[in-house]
């Protein structure tokens, strides 16, 4: 790993202040080349069951803390990530493959996630309601509401985990992080961390191991009260119905596919120079990333031409190096998807501007690629493509615009390019998403809400309303209050 502080790189699950082994493994390998990087335990049920037992215990002693208390936790936690962005930059490059400028992008956004939910914490306000009858006083107050699990995903394992767990902890809240496999070691980089910033022994716990055991356990334990998930839309209804029978509260952030409106009022060079962030940013293996790009009719050509040029550009290699703007994917599976996603557009009629085959580089390398002439049957506008893939969509007015950006069950991101006001205002009031970006891409901030609508999800995760989803209102009635 070659770390400035090797404690960083840990290969052990981080339960009740304790790091735990077991005999079994999972490897987790580099995507750039598919060297080995390490190996994390394989915990299963029991080692779930247990994890939930120390948070549950845990939680009095956390609940029990003034909010500025845990607000000042979270901050010494935010400057320790922040102090070690590089190591942290580094690991995660190595296990996820994006690059080192994205990884370090990542990190300082997870930071900032941490220090919003800190200062956020202290105003948990509740209210008091004026009362209709004398001598009764109606009041809430928000409490925490107990353990919560976290399921993070291997495209952002860094910023997921602090998105999740800082507003749960912040709240008053336990948490236990189940990271995915491919990508655990930024995981339990942030659990040394945390365990530095002063968090109390069960607070803040991180295992590893088979997915759907752990998985299954946090959703039938009643000691669970919340469950937060970030993954694919089919894997977060199995989880939301095994939780029916506890009746927690649920987070899912779920799968996108999301329209980027470019109108003929749009400036046109700010809507192609946004293509590769917005697309491409690691290499397309982001929910909220561009899926189709739809543009109206008489600036069609000029804005492919323009995005073109701006695709041309990127350089794709080994994270590590310095000029490289996109890594491998996840594994060499995915290629073979991007590869199959092409073929099928092709044979309908689409046409390839750039890219459309794996790179000579190998391994989990594919060209970036712009498809025109697509149409609404083709797999690439239904499906959520997550790779580098830009397919271009032709519109005519801005009825049709909406009505193919519609055209989806997902709801997550959307974006639209205009300098009309009247036409921004209508058109993203029309849209079905839960974000609307608009002549800009950068959604995710700490101090906005991120989520979807229809099958991308339910909740919120940011802004003020991602501590709701780690609280309950109570009301409480005061009566008698007249007399004296």
Known sequence: MKLTDPLLFRQACYVNGDWLSCKATLAVT?????SALGSVPKFGRAEAEDAIAKAQAAWPLWRGKTAKQRADILRAWSRLILEHIDDLARILTLEQG???AEAKAEIAGGADYVEWAAEEGRRAYGEVIPSKRPGMQPITIRQPIGVVAAITPWNFPSSMITRKAAPALAAGCPVIIKPASATPFSAFALAELAERAGFPAGVLNVITGDSSAIGDAFAKSPAVRGLSFTGSTSVGKELMARCSATMKKLGMELGG?????????ADLDLAANLVPGCKF????????????????????????????????????????????????LISPKVVKDMETLVKDAVKQGARVLCGGKPSPLGGGFFEPTILVDVTPEMRVFREEIFGPIAPVLRFADEDEAIRLANDTEYGLASYLFSRDVGRIWRVASALEYGMVGVNETALATGEAPFGGVKESGLGREGGRQGLDEFMEYKYILLGDLARR
């Open 257 to 265: 596919n999301a329209p980027y409106l470019v109108f003929d009022d």
């Open 98 to 100: 994006k690059p080192l």
């Open 30 to 34: 580099n995507p750039f080349d598919g």
């Open 281 to 328: 940013r690691n290499n397309g293996q982001t929910c909220v990333c561009a899926n189709r790009l739809l543009v109206q009719d008489s600036v069609h050509d000029e804005f492919v031409k323009r995005a073109l040029a701006a695709v041309q550009k990127m350089r794709l290699g080994n994270g590590l190096e310095e000029g490289v703007t996109t890594g491998p």
